[in-house]
Structures are given as structure tokens and as C-alpha cells.
């Protein structure tokens, strides 16, 4: 086996040997063109998200709360919140103690030795939130966050050429830097308003492969350890920023991977991971335990439904659809894909270590088209050098041997070409939406500063807006959804009994978990407890209702429906005539007063107070 692997690489070293336009181009003229091209790349990819901010402010009365800028996404509010306890001088805990009442958790000991553990509990993207806000205000903690997205939209363009043309190829590397930062993928996920991990999580990534490259190619004993440190700092910032080590492990297995094979250095390998993982602080991950996978979690003898099935997000796409929001072509989209099996041929060494990036778009099937982002920016690297390749290959041979451009010329030529064709491809006019409507909003921020220490209940994706807009405690947000409130409350939505909505809002509140870990019974006999016990005094709690919750409710009934005696989906008892929603949003019952209506702005929001007698009917 050992000699048609040694006659293959002797074949495959003198075939490329004979043929120029295979070979990586280098030279100082070559370098300089490239650095050109990647600022070109970083400096589109920031002026794209720019646009979009100038348009935002144009139109004050959609994006616009007071002065503070709104978000496109629900997960903006977390780190918002989380930053503005930080700019007073509190923690993480501060925020987190007022998320899933009465059912939160303290992360740590509220007592830290030094200051810097104080910012290393909570987000990266929040501590650098705080570097930049002028003061705790909401408004400056939004702006600060909102100012970020096309700075990190640069730098992550810059970080996606360095992991290929640390490689060889930094023309390639550009191409992959405007076509995978501008592909709708990833501009979707890292638009104006999208205060979220992901807006630098593609450049962490793919920075992380080109250091393992540099780290498992590199020549001399010193130059290898500098490499593999500069690794383990960069893991560790990621994980920090983002804490998913299975995104870390995938490049220590291209670095130790490189190291055997290109430079049969088994003990750099070993000695290598040992400092990065010295460096990088993280932990080995368990993916079987990921919520992506698990179809219901279990709690004392009740197993609840996995509502990530119900978001958007982890939605499997097809493969035509993959390829489209990653080059904004199907059939250019199949042309990437073949300039990858192709390169895969000329480098295969390099293929098998850098597989994970493209390999991502195998993990629709799992995590849905959430992560089909980080293929974005290898497609687009396998069509550069696709196309240049053949450029090179064609260019002298189509002109007259007077004018025949060298590979150099050929191959800008070519880069020139394929910059401005990735542009035109890109979906350089879409426009984020903020999240949430602004009536909800303001309604939301209206209960800023209450005495009464009130709870806010309502649908789980308004959870970290309504924690961030008026600071008072909430039952469930985005970091709920698969939890046993979510199915509560979707129950306390969807049922026709207004006195069996309050019984289980008070429980909620009251309650909660703990109740659940008492218990010992049936769901029948645990709603019938939740009644026996609706008398007992709770916290104020304002129900907030919307009018876009309506076309949640598919969704909010599906999880209401939710057997948690057996742990499985179950036909629908529920009907959307008959809701407790539909009673009090469209048509103001309350109950002979059980709900006091307290905000009105229909159909877009309305606010009711839950009063705290007993419910009996």
C-alpha cells in the first residue's frame, strides 16, 4: 500500500510540475495584488451592512425606538441586557436572576476574585458592548452593539482570505472573504440589527483553520510552538465569544492531521495539542446531549416537548435550496461545488483538513439551516479557484504568442472577473427587518421601573426583549424553549377556559419547576393541583398578548398538544376559535375581571393584569 501511495505522489508532484497554471501563483506583484483584493473584500463587506444602517435611519418610525435602534433578531436583547449590567458594575447574575422566575439559576458564586472573572462570565460580545458604550443607558448599550456589526463583518472577511492564503491561494482566499461574507447565508444571520455570536463566528472558524494549517505546515521547532500558541489564544477567544468546543475541535484534528502527513511529525502533533489545549481552556464536548437531537427532555417524571422542532431556524433545507442562499445560483452553486471535488484532486492533503467547512452543509440535516453559513465561504473559495485555474489555463493559449498574458496576468485577470461576478451574485439589497414590531416594543418598555416587582408573561421570543426594555422579570425566553414552561404556557394560550389560563400563569410564577419536582402523578392529576392551588398569593404578572403571536399559533398549540405522560405528539384537543388568546387579545373578555386590561393598542399589543383572587369558576 506504502508504494502506490509513494508512486502516486511522485506521479502527482511531476504532472503539476509540467503544468504552471496548477501551481499556486506567488511573487511580491502577486502578494500586494492579493492584499488589495482582501481589503477590497473586508472593505464591501462593511460598506454592505453600512447601506443597510443608513436605510434604518432613514425610517426612524420603523427601526427606530426613541433613539434607540431595534434589532433583527430575538437573541440581541440577551447580550444588550447582560452588557448593561456590566457598564453598572454588576454581573452576569444580575441579568440571569430575573430570566425564568421562579426558576432560574445561578451560574456562579455572585463573589469573584478578581474583576476579570466578573467579565469572563458572561458573552465576549457583551464585554466588548461595554468597551464601546458611552453609558448603561439602553440606547447607548444598542448603539454600541449595532456599531460592531460592520466592523466584525470586515474582520471576518479578513480572517476567511488568511485561512486560504495561508494556504497558497490568496486570490481565492479574497473571492471566498466577498462571497462568503455577502452570501444570504451569512449576511442574513450578521445584517444590520443581528447583535448575535454569528456575526463574527464564520471568521473565528475559518481563522482557527488557517492557523491549524500554518501550525501543522510550518517549518522549525520554535516557529511550530509560536503557531500552535497563536491557536490556542484564538480558541480561546472563540469559545469565549461563541462556547461551542465542537467548533475548535474540528481544527485541531486539521492541525494534527497536517502535522503527520506533511511533516511526519508525530510528536509535534502530540506536543502541538497539548499547548492548545493548555491555551485554549475548553472542555471535550458531548454532541449526544445537544438540544438539536434530543426529541423531549425529561423533569421528575414528565418529559417535555423540544420546541426548537417549531423554530424556523432548525428547519432542514433541500440541496438546491443550500446551494442558492449560498451563491445566490443553483447552477453557480454547482460550479463551486465542482471546483471543490476538483481542488480535492489537485490537494488532497489539504482537502481532508479543511472538509469540516464545506462538510458543514451535511449538518442541515441535524442542526437545520442554521449552520449551513459556515460552507458559505468554501463553496465560494472551490468556484474562485475553479475559474481562475481555467483562466490561467485558457488566457495564454486563446491570444496571440505576441500578447499572451503570463500566469500572473492570467490569473488577476481572472480575480478581477470572478471579484465582480461574486458582487453582482451576492444579495447586495437585502434588507433586515427589526424583529419584533415597534408597538410591541414600546408596549413592552412601558412596564420599565414598576414598584410592584411584577413577572412579564408572554411568548418565549419576547423573553430577552422584555428583560432588556423594562428590566423586570420574566418566565421563559430564548434560552427556555425546550423547557416544561414553554408547554404551560402554550397551554395556558390555547385552552377555552379563561380560569384554567390564570391557574396555570399563577403556578408559572408561583411555582414552577419546583412544584414539578414535587409532584409524583399524571398530567391530569398535576392540572387538577395546579387548580386546588390557584388561591395562594403570587407576584404581580402582566400578560402581554400580540397580534403576531396569532401566527405562532400553529406552533404554540403543537406544543400545548404535547403528551408528557409519554413523551410524544399527539393530535390537537385545542381549537383556535376557543383559545384563551383569542378570547383575550381579539375579543377583550376578562373574565368578570379576573384580567384587568391595562394596555390597549389592538391589534397590535395589549397588556393585561392578572388580578390575584381566586379564579374559581
Sequence with gaps: ?????????????????????????????????????????????????????????????????????????????????????LKRGKTRQTYDQGRSVPNQVIRKTPFYDHNFDRWHDAPLLSVAIVMTAKDAGRAAIAKAGHLLIPVTAAITAIMIAFAFGVAGYWLEGAVAALGGGLSFAYLSRSAAGRIDTDQLNLGFFYLLFGLAFWAGTVRGKLAGIVATAAMGICAYLFNWWYGKPELIVMPVIAFIWLRLVVRRDWRGAVFGAMIFLALSDISMPNSLTSSYIQPYFSQSGFLFPNGLETVSEVQSYDILQILLWLTGDIWLGWFCALGLLLLALRHPVIAIAYAPTAGFILFNAVLGNRAIFYAAPAFWFGGAWLFITICRFALPHMAPTRFAPGQGVAGMMAAVAIFGMTYLASPTHYMPQPSFPKPVMSAFALLKDRTDDPVIASWWDYGYASRFLNGAATLHDGGGPKSGVTHFFARAMVTDDLHETAAILKFLVRDGRHLIDWYDGDADGFYQLIKARQTRPTRPIFLVLTGEMAGWMQAITKIASWDIDHGQWQDSQFRFADSSYLKLFHHGETADGLFELVYDDYPQVRIFRLSNRASVN
Design 1 to 85: 500500500m506504502s508504494g502506490f501511495f509513494n508512486r502516486w505522489q511522485t506521479f502527482h508532484a511531476a504532472f503539476i510540475a509540467r503544468h504552471l497554471w496548477l501551481q499556486p501563483l506567488s511573487g511580491r506583484v502577486y502578494i500586494a495584488a492579493a492584499c488589495v483584493f482582501v481589503l477590497g473584500a473586508a472593505a464591501v463587506n462593511y460598506d454592505i451592512r453600512d447601506r443597510q444602517y443608513a436605510a434604518w435611519k432613514a425610517h426612524p418610525d420603523i427601526t427606530h425606538l426613541g433613539d434607540m435602534p431595534l434589532f433583527s433578531t430575538a437573541d440581541a436583547p440577551y447580550f444588550l441586557g447582560i452588557a448593561a449590567e
